[in-house]
């Protein structure tokens, strides 16, 4: 038991830094990322024999804690918040190519926690997992459309932020 | 100046990190300590609720059929094409059995004097005065049956017998072990490192007593402390404790590090893992305790992590070793049952009620493969049932002692003989000596099921299994009571039944490999009568102890 605790803290050590980072990003505010992280640790140790050393260590990590990411959001919000429906006409935007600002890594994570949720959760699936929007629309039971127009609007939104910032410097 | 898209602006905070506040591991060790007092709990409760499920059952079934007994009772005639043979109990029980196989003269008696005259055969045939109880039954749907009787018209009948029942049945499932491998990936504070099990790129460790404040690269670069200087990839670096720390010990970070130099030019984990080894023994002599400690943490610990295939593999054939050495299982049980009639179909026009009995035997199982295993055995079960307010005439009382009556008599009380009629008839005779009791009736069985079991759950030390299949059953023991004295027994019960079972079995692993477990489970029997209505639904509830070898 001992070492087991001991093992437990390393990996703690090893990975939390990452996994918290990964629980800022998907959660509005700081306590709910918290709370997220302690019980996605407590469910990662509770489920390490299941690891197979198939696939990295710290990717297995990663997914225990993105499914109850997704799983905590959507319990804060007991109707779906996935229900928009991609409308090609009105959710296309042409994305404009922003010049290259230097910005602080507080001040874009503020940007993407700003997001509302529904855009945040996709944007950070699609753009920091990699993943697909069909895998996103299987992962969080939406459709593949309406997961390309949470992208799209989150996009827009955060390219206003940029811009903002732009004209804010250049004035 | 260069146009970026949002992605690429927001790419740096793909690994971003940022170091949790201290406080979360110490809730986090909070947590990781409750589970497992609630799932032994939970184990538990569900293991007291198959019980009292088990236990309660019989009794609701029960009490919920009284009620229409009552009302069957009180509604006077009944229809009912039931006809209940008894045979006498004598002392030549070959007697019993010749009169058993004679089904033709029994089922075909249409009248008393019909049976009387049947009487006479036996007495001819077996040469052994004949003492047989017969229950005659007024076919209330026959009006000219009721009017040209004065006693009864036994109809035979064929009534379609139902029944669900419980069938016990252990099962067993190899358990799978691999746990500590992977638990134990990473061991302590100094440095340890994989290539394989956590990261493809290289990991290196320092004592690290403090996580990186700023937001850099980390897990993917596998850059995790300021003590790092090593930086090559794919490859073990084991990395001193901290030296400004540790000065005193030159030497041994010397040799650590060197250890780790011969650990980075290997890529072959297990030619890492023999150099480390073979150094490190080499090393042992000049470390301290404490270094000696932490060089056996990590010994320990790369164990755990740079030999995951090598674990993988040990585990699987540590599994068919398990498989292996415990593909058998023997069990020994002992429960509760219940008889019941799904249809509410009646005897004399009496609604047949559940009868509680005790069921006990050993069984078998073998395991196929982790999932599936069939399984066998012996099992001593016995079917049931008791009729209420059944009316008979007693021969010491009898005033229809008339040549064409049956009166039959028991071996229990030899002075009195028994006359079991029907509610209809009852109301047909009106007579004064016309009394009430309770009719018990008893089927014993040696049985023997064939079932397969599939687990559907495997953790642990816990499993639990549905099995189902199907049962041969030999009648070892008929008996018919009214008011607590055996008559005689039933003509009409087959020597051998058979049925299907389906049962789940809840077990958890007690000692190494013996196993207690509950079972709730039903039986059906298909054949337990001839021509009448029984009990063949059984309810029952198994204990045993499981032991696999």
């Known amino acids: ?171 | 100046m260069k146009k970026h898209k949002i992605e690429d602006i927001f790419s740096s905070m793909e690994d971003f990190s940022s170091v949790p506040p201290p406080e979360l591991w110490s809730q986090i060790e909070e947590k990781l300590d409750k589970p497992k007092k609630k799932k032994r709990v939970v184990l538990w409760w569900s293991a007291a609720a198959c019980l009292l499920l088990g236990l309660l059952l019989p009794s609701i079934l029960h009490f919920t059929a009284s009620p229409e007994n009552i009302k069957i009772n009180n509604g006077g005639l009944e229809n009912s094409n039931n006809s209940v043979v008894l045979d006498k109990k004598t002392n030549d029980n070959s007697n019993n059995r010749n009169l058993d196989q004679n089904k033709n003269i029994g089922k075909t008696a249409d009248s008393l004097n019909h049976n009387s005259t049947r009487k006479n055969q036996f007495s001819t045939e077996s040469g052994i005065p004949v003492q047989e109880t017969s229950v005659a039954e007024t076919n209330s749907k026959n009006g000219t049956n009721k009017k040209d009787s004065k006693y009864s018209t036994p109809t035979p009948a064929n009534v379609p017998n139902q029944s669900v029942a419980f069938q016990n049945y252990s099962s067993y499932e190899d358990k799978s072990i691999a746990k500590s491998s992977s638990k134990s990936i990473l061991g302590n504070n100094n440095s340890k490192a994989s290539n394989k099990g956590i990261t493809e790129e290289r990991i290196a460790f320092g004592k690290q007593t403090k996580f990186n404040s700023a937001p850099k690269k980390q897990l993917s670069n596998s850059i995790f402390d300021e003590q790092l200087t090593v930086k090559n990839n794919k490859n073990l670096a084991f990395n001193s404790v901290n030296s400004s720390v540790n000065k005193s010990s030159s030497a041994n970070t010397n040799a650590y590090n060197s250890n780790a130099s011969i650990a980075r030019k290997n890529e072959n984990i297990r030619t890492d893992k023999a150099v480390i080894i073979k150094d490190d023994l080499k090393l042992n002599n000049s470390l301290s305790k404490t270094d000696s400690v932490q060089l056996a943490e990590l010994q320990n610990l790369e164990k755990g992590i740079l030999a995951p295939e090598k674990q993988k593999e040990e585990e699987e054939k540590k599994n068919n070793l398990i498989d292996k050495k415990e593909r058998w299982a023997v069990a020994v049980f002992a429960g509760v049952a219940s008889s019941e009639n799904t249809k509410n179909e009646k005897t004399l026009g009496n609604v047949n009620d559940s009868k509680q009995s005790n069921s006990f035997g050993v069984k078998t199982k073998y395991s196929i493969n982790k999932k599936w295993a069939v399984g066998s055995g012996l099992k001593i079960n016995e079917l049931g049932q008791s009729v209420a307010n059944v009316s008979y005439l007693t021969a010491k009382s009898n005033a229809f002692f008339a040549p064409d009556s049956y009166p039959v008599a028991s071996s229990n009380a030899p002075a009195q003989d028994y006359l079991l009629i029907s509610n209809s008839t009852k109301e047909a005779l009106k007579s004064e000596n016309v009394q009430t009791g309770k009719l018990d009736q008893n089927l014993r069985y040696i049985e023997m099921p064939l079932e397969v079991s599939y687990s559907i759950f495997n953790k642990n030390k816990a499993s639990i299994n549905l099995n189902t299949g199907g049962f041969v059953g030999k009648l070892i023991s008929n008996n018919v009571n009214l008011d607590g004295h055996s008559i005689g027994e039933n003509m009409n019960a087959n020597d051998y039944v058979y049925g299907s079972t389906l049962s789940s079995t809840v077990q958890y692993r007690v000692y190494k490999k013996t196993n207690v477990f509950v079972e709730p489970a039903m039986n059906y029997y298909i054949n337990p009568l001839n021509s009448q209505s029984f009990n063949q639904f059984q309810w029952g509830l198994n204990f045993g102890l499981n032991v696999s070898f």
């Not at chain 1, 070492?3 to 918290?20: A, H």
């Not at chain 1, 509005?28 to 990662?44: C, G, L, P």
């Not at chain 1, 260590?57 to 499914?67: Q, S, Y």
């Not at chain 1, 799983?71 to 935007?93: A, G, H, I, Q, R």
């Open chain 1, 1 to 171: 038991m001992k070492n087991d605790r001991e093992g437990q803290l390393k990996i703690y050590q090893l990975f939390s830094p990452v996994l918290y980072g990964i629980c800022l990003k998907y959660m509005k505010n700081e306590d709910d990322a918290k709370d997220v992280f302690q019980e996605a640790f407590v469910i990662a140790f509770q489920k390490i024999s299941q690891y197979k050393f198939e696939g990295s260590f710290e990717g297995w990590l990663k997914r225990i804690f993105i499914n109850k990411l997704i799983e905590t959001l959507n319990k804060k919000k007991k109707e779906s918040f996935f229900l928009d429906v991609f409308d090609p006409d009105t959710d296309f935007v042409e994305e404009e190519e922003l010049e290259a600002i230097p910005i602080e890594q507080e001040k874009l994570l503020e940007y993407i926690r700003d997001l509302p949720d529904q855009y945040r959760t996709v944007f950070n699936l699609y753009v920091f997992e990699k993943m697909k929007h069909r895998e996103i629309a299987e992962l969080l039971k939406i459709s593949e459309g309406t997961s390309k127009s949470n992208l799209n609007r989150a996009k827009h939104i955060l390219q206003k932020r940029i811009l903002s910032i732009k004209n804010f410097k250049t004035a």
